[in-house]
């Protein structure tokens, strides 16, 4: 198994409570790349996961200073490093 550094591409579902990353890519087609868009989550920008609910979905995100709930799906759609 690969050992992971910083600029190892994930998903947003894979960063640890705590953890800060930033947004390489979006993937997904159509509306759901436009909604996560519309919630301020876009290519550079940085992404502190806070809190993940205890069965796992929704995941609490800050970005650009405000609090956000993502769920699992939507998470895995953001790829970061």
Do not use: C, F, W
């Not at 690969?2 to 979006?26: F, H, M, N, W, Y």
């Not at 868009?37 to 940085?46: H, Q, S």
Request: charge should be positive; glycine fraction near 8%; charged fraction near 30%.
């Amino acid at each position: 198994m690969a050992e992971q550094t910083d600029s190892v591409v994930k998903t947003l579902r894979d960063v640890p409570i705590g953890a800060t990353a930033r947004v390489v890519k979006l993937v997904g087609e159509g509306q759901v790349k436009r909604h996560i868009m519309d919630m301020g989550i876009t290519k550079g920008v940085d992404v502190t996961v806070r809190k993940v609910a205890p069965l796992g979905d929704p995941l609490e995100v800050t970005v650009r200073g405000y609090e956000l709930s993502l769920r699992k799906s939507e998470a895995e759609n953001v790829l970061v490093a």
